[in-house]
C-alpha cells in the first residue's frame, strides 16, 4: 500500500506562483513512477506532469515552460511548481503513483486561478 498527501492549492490570481507538495508513505519501495493529474469541472482527469523512478520527465504540452516537477527522495516528496498560471489552470490537482501492481491517488487539492 501507498499513501499519498498533497499540499499547497490554493486562490491564486492569474500570472500567479504556487507549489504542490506530495509526500509518499507506506510501500515507497515499489514505486516506478509518480506525477500530477489535474481535473477541471465537466472535463476528464489529464496527466500534468509526471517522474520515472530514474529521473525521466514528461510534462502537457499545456504546461511545458510554467510548471516544473521535482522530487527529493530524501522526504519521499514530489512537487510542482506552478508559475504564470492562468484561468485555465483552475482544476483539482491529485498526486498519482504507479507501481507494477497498482495505481494509487492522492485526495487531491483545489487549484483556483483567478483572472
Known amino acids: 500500500q501507498v499513501q499519498l498527501v498533497e499540499s499547497g492549492g490554493g486562490l491564486v490570481q492569474a500570472g500567479g506562483s504556487l507549489r504542490l507538495s506530495c509526500a509518499a508513505s507506506?510501500?515507497?519501495?515499489?514505486?516506478?513512477?509518480m506525477g500530477w493529474y489535474r481535473q477541471a469541472p465537466g472535463k476528464q482527469r489529464e496527466l500534468v506532469a509526471g517522474?520515472?523512478?530514474?529521473?525521466?520527465?514528461n510534462y502537457a504540452d499545456s504546461v511545458k515552460g510554467r510548471f516544473t516537477i521535482a522530487r527529493d527522495n530524501a522526504k519521499n516528496t514530489v512537487y510542482l511548481q506552478m508559475y504564470s498560471l492562468k484561468p485555465e489552470d483552475t482544476a483539482v490537482y491529485y498526486c498519482?503513483?504507479?507501481?507494477?501492481?497498482?495505481?494509487?491517488w492522492g485526495q487531491g487539492t483545489q487549484v483556483t486561478v483567478s483572472s
Open positions: 517522474i520515472s523512478s530514474g529521473g525521466s520527465i
Open positions: 507506506g510501500s515507497i519501495w515499489s514505486i516506478a513512477s
Open positions: 498519482h503513483a504507479r507501481t507494477p501492481s497498482l495505481d494509487y
